[in-house]
């Protein structure tokens, strides 16, 4: 089993800054996928980055040259560092891991989110 925490969250202004962490910890598949989706509220949960083991990213297109997502193997843990943030940033933050489980199955950790306030 994986367990995922989430740190970092909080209230900002528009423009400010804010980085996000997630401490993976269990049985973690070398290959996984680990990222973080956000939820606004009133709407559903979407990507907003996402970066495999070999360090390949995906952005939603609204945080794209915003959102930098990283990672460090070693320390099993992935970053989303937060720039020019806007109001509409505002959102819970879920730390995801994507565990090809086997042959045909994915299974998907979260963690229990964090929240974000982008607002003067």
């Known amino acids: 089993q994986v367990q995922l925490v989430e740190s970092g969250g909080g209230l900002v202004q528009p423009g400010g800054s804010l980085r996000l962490s997630c401490a993976a910890s269990g049985d973690i598949f070398r290959f996984s996928t680990m990222g973080w989706y956000r939820q606004a509220p009133g709407k559903e949960r979407e990507l907003a980055a996402a970066?495999?083991?070999?360090?390949?990213?995906n952005y939603a297109d609204s945080v794209k040259g915003r959102f930098t997502v990283s990672r460090d193997n070693a320390k099993n843990t992935v970053y989303l560092q937060m720039d020019s943030l806007k109001p509409e940033d505002t959102a819970v933050y879920y730390c995801n891991l994507k565990d090809p489980y086997k042959i045909g199955t994915v299974v998907d950790y979260w963690g229990k989110g964090t929240l974000v306030t982008v607002s003067s």
């Open positions: 970066i495999t083991s070999g360090f390949a990213t």
